[in-house]
Nanobody
């Protein structure tokens, strides 16, 4: 069992940056695939970014992004702090949503929310124009 807590959300203007954090407790976080998802009012939860479990690839972590955030968002993990980050730059009003982090015990990185086993409570990001 692992518990996830997101933080770092807030109200910003278009073009600003935010860094979201997903802190894990309960078990070693290194071995989990972690994804960031978001859900805007009236919309389905969507995949934003994902990062492989540590040690899966000899060359380092594998990351993947939704097309809508590619080049603007960066996912990373700090195993010493048991934390995964989502750096969000050049924010747009359409990025407004509740952002969730999720962890998956299986080794493959997946895009569907149903493939993830543990979820945080979410953090609100609001981008004004």
């Amino acid at each position: 069992q692992v518990q996830l807590v997101e933080s770092g959300g807030g109200l910003v203007q278009a073009g600003d940056s935010l860094r979201l954090s997903c802190a894990a407790s309960g078990r070693t976080f290194n071995n989990y695939v972690v994804g960031w998802f978001r859900q805007a009012p009236g919309k389905e939860r969507e995949f934003v970014a994902g990062i492989s479990a540590s040690g899966t690839f000899a060359s380092g972590s594998f990351t993947v992004y939704a097309d809508s955030v590619k080049g603007r968002f960066t996912i990373s993990r700090d195993n010493a702090k048991n934390t995964v980050y989502l750096q969000m730059n050049s924010l747009k009003p359409e990025d407004t949503a509740v952002y969730y982090c999720a962890a998956r015990t299986q080794i493959s990185l997946r895009f569907a929310s149903g493939e993830y086993d543990y979820w945080g409570q979410g953090t609100q990001v609001t981008v004004s124009s």
